[in-house]
């Protein structure tokens, strides 16, 4: 039987084709569950998330999947960010006056008040460069270079900049605000609202979610594509047939099951950055 459409891997891409599809599709899934990285892990009575940890979106249509799904708990967003031995509210950017260090707050000042006001996205060579264009030398030195090189791991000057207006929150001084419609992502604020489960991890939004996906195979790892039959294969033997497949899974891992790739094509997808992600598990008094 030739499936219409075939999507390898339930995640949150992989689930939100499917949700458009309805019952036009078949979700392969390797693992017994859904949610890819952002699904949650019990371990004897502790709940860890492997990636997400706050709800928040633009986007109203999203917002009442997820709150017509399951219950959440809704509180203003509490960030806080640790520089210099001291503990205050993210971002640092907007907050480095409370530090108690004054050289450290006379250099980000100095450094903001040099700022040019006249710039747009097209100055920005980079992501380092928006850093030092945008909130100056102290601000850069003493928090968001250092902060943005541990979170990303890799070099800024390879990152673009075009992202970062609905990510990196403006300097003190400019006001901004989360917008709860609209479909545009804006930077968190101190007083966004943000949700989480109200019962387990974050995961359990992807599993509420899951119910209403009729069409997922789990425990079935594809190992081999064929595009000229339109054909996957699992470990198991089995072979399912597609009009069209729909990845959502890495573009490395996805070139490796077709045979004969040009290697131009593998070449290009080995040069492409990506970011790893190792998980620590912390319990805190916890009877673990």
């Known amino acids: 039987m030739k499936n219409k459409n075939i999507i390898i891997g339930a995640g949150p891409a992989g689930m939100g084709v499917g949700l458009i599809l309805k019952n036009d599709c078949l979700i392969i899934e390797k693992s017994d569950s859904v949610g890819g990285f952002s699904k949650s892990i019990e371990i004897n009575g502790a709940i860890f998330d492997y990636g997400g940890h706050s709800f928040h979106t633009p986007h109203p249509e999203v917002r009442d999947l997820v709150y017509n799904s399951l219950d959440m708990y809704e509180q203003t967003r509490n960030a806080k960010c640790y520089s210099n031995g001291e503990i205050i509210p993210y971002p640092f950017q907007k907050n480095f006056r409370l530090l ?114 009729k069409n997922i195979e789990f425990n079935k790892h594809v190992v081999k594509i064929d595009p000229k039959s339109k054909s996957v294969y699992t470990p198991d033997g089995n072979s399912y047939s597609y009009e069209n497949l729909i990845s959502s899974i890495s573009i490395l891992d996805f070139l490796k099951m077709i045979d004969n790739v040009p290697n131009r094509i593998v070449e290009l997808a080995n040069n492409l950055d990506y970011l790893s992600m190792t998980l620590g598990l912390v319990v805190v008094n916890h009877p673990i």
């Open 100 to 213: 108690n260090d004054k050289e450290i707050i006379d250099e980000c000042s100095h450094g903001l008040k040099n700022l040019s006001m006249n710039i747009n996205k097209a100055d920005f060579e980079n992501f380092e460069d928006f850093i030092l264009k945008r909130f100056g030398k102290g601000i850069a030195k003493h928090f968001m270079l250092p902060y943005n090189r541990k979170l990303w791991g890799r070099d800024l000057k390879r990152m673009a900049a075009d992202w970062t207006s609905a990510r990196v929150a403006a300097p003190e001084g400019i006001k901004e605000k989360f917008k709860l419609t609209g479909g545009k992502r804006k930077p968190l604020q101190a007083d966004t609202k943000v949700a989480y489960p109200a019962k387990g991890g974050f995961g359990e939004i992807y599993k509420a979610i899951g119910k209403k996906l």
